[in-house]
């Protein structure tokens, strides 16, 4: 099936169209052993997770530094990130980190074969050493509180945080506010008119 070179609204090489196709195959081939993602995503998958995946990039402020990806899973976003980021951010290096290990096997798999130099820690998030991220992602993993404590464990505090939520974003951000400070940035989501994704900066303990 040939796609039009275009992902999020960003116009991506022939090259990058090529590592997400094998990406897509690899993916189609591990999931029904490892359940990399729902039954019910994988006739949408370029949508749901590609393009889902893409638009995260996009609100990237960093041309360099590490991003890093937490709960990583199949990848999304942390594995698009890295493979867009080898022509639109060549300075941009990716770290997943991942406790599934089977999981983790996978996203080593793809990295491998589409030819991108992504870092996979295959251990449990607080367990992980502070990683120092200059941007960090966690896609669909745990309420915005905690997705905080992660942060103010492995970002810089400098960084930005990059957190899609769904449509009770309101309420996160309220609980939230009850143990932490912070700045956001609630841009609307380009595959689910319910959902954000916050921009997050200037972490501090309440």
Not at 33 to 55: C, G, M, P, T
Not at 69 to 83: Q, R, S, Y
Not at 97 to 119: H, N, P, Y
């Amino acid at each position: 099936m040939t796609r039009a070179n275009v992902l999020a609204g960003r116009t991506v090489s022939r090259e990058t169209m090529d590592r997400l196709e094998v990406y897509e195959a690899l993916l189609r081939k591990w999931n029904p052993a490892i359940n990399l993602v729902s039954r019910s995503s994988l006739d949408q998958l370029w949508y749901r997770h590609f393009e889902d995946s893409a638009q995260i990039f996009s609100l990237c402020a960093a041309e360099s530094g590490t991003w890093t990806d937490l709960g990583a899973g199949g990848g999304f976003p942390g594995l698009v990130v890295a493979i867009l980021a080898v022509e639109a951010k060549p300075d941009l290096s990716v770290t997943l980190v991942e406790s599934d290990q089977r999981k983790a096997a996978f996203l080593s798999t793809v990295a491998r074969e589409v030819g991108v130099k992504a870092r996979i820690l295959p251990q449990r998030i607080e367990a992980t050493p502070a990683l120092g991220a200059d941007v960090m992602s966690a896609r669909a993993l745990a309420p915005l509180t905690k997705l905080l404590a992660y942060a103010d464990l492995h970002l810089r505090r400098d960084g930005q945080a990059l957190f899609p939520k769904g449509a009770t974003y309101r309420e996160e951000i309220d609980q939230a506010f009850e143990t932490w400070r912070f700045s956001h940035e609630a841009t609307p989501s380009m595959t689910d008119p319910s959902s954000v994704i916050l921009s997050i900066r200037d972490i501090e303990r309440a």
